[in-house]
């Protein structure tokens, strides 16, 4: 699949079969965030993988409003991307942490390798983040950025047409 296919391909998958996500692929995934780019080479970003009824309820009661089956959108997997504030680079000349861009990147790459592999996923920010922390335990200074669902899609991508009436035109997106 040529690169310009790959992200026409991907779309925000809020439904899901009843299929787990093989161990091979969920590693490819992985891997493709473990090796994405990162400022500075600092890889400040660390992954939460829930892949467990337990800890996709823990996903899902910080993203509540998505709730569906005990999971985020009933999704049989789901990554949390965390970042780590202090090992993020910051740019001098006003102090910009690359944490939040960084994790991004990651989150993004995956999301790409898992279209390719044929799953469906959902880049989720609309989580509490002090309830992610809450339930994951996780200690000061990681911030949860994103939640990645994962799964076998059990809805199809929109219609060309309507998917470019969700688009914004090239015209307003050039400065």
């Not at 090992?87 to 942490?97: H, I, L, Q, T």
């Not at 044929?118 to 309830?131: A, I, R, Y």
């Not at 200074?141 to 047409?161: F, K, N, R």
Request: some cysteine.
């Amino acid at each position: 699949m040529s690169f310009s296919e790959l992200t026409r391909a991907s779309f925000s998958c809020r439904a899901y079969q009843d299929r787990p996500v093989e161990p091979e692929v969920l590693d490819a995934i992985v891997e493709a965030g473990r090796i994405a780019p990162s400022a500075h080479n600092n890889h400040p970003t660390r992954l939460i993988v829930c892949d467990t009824p337990e800890l996709r309820e823990k996903a899902a009661r910080a993203a509540v409003r998505f709730e569906r089956e005990g999971s985020v959108f009933g999704a049989p997997m789901v990554l949390i991307a965390c970042a780590v504030e202090e090992e993020a680079w910051v740019r001098k000349p006003d102090g910009m942490s690359s944490a939040l861009i960084d994790s991004s990147i990651v989150v993004d790459r995956m999301m790409m390798q898992a279209t390719e592999l044929g799953l469906g996923t959902c880049w989720v920010c609309m989580f509490d983040p002090d309830v992610a922390r809450r339930e994951f335990g996780l200690p000061a200074g990681v911030l949860p950025v994103s939640m990645l669902t994962l799964g076998y899609p059990a809805e199809e991508i929109a219609a060309p047409e309507k998917r470019a009436a969700r688009c914004i035109a090239r015209e307003d997106f050039l400065l």
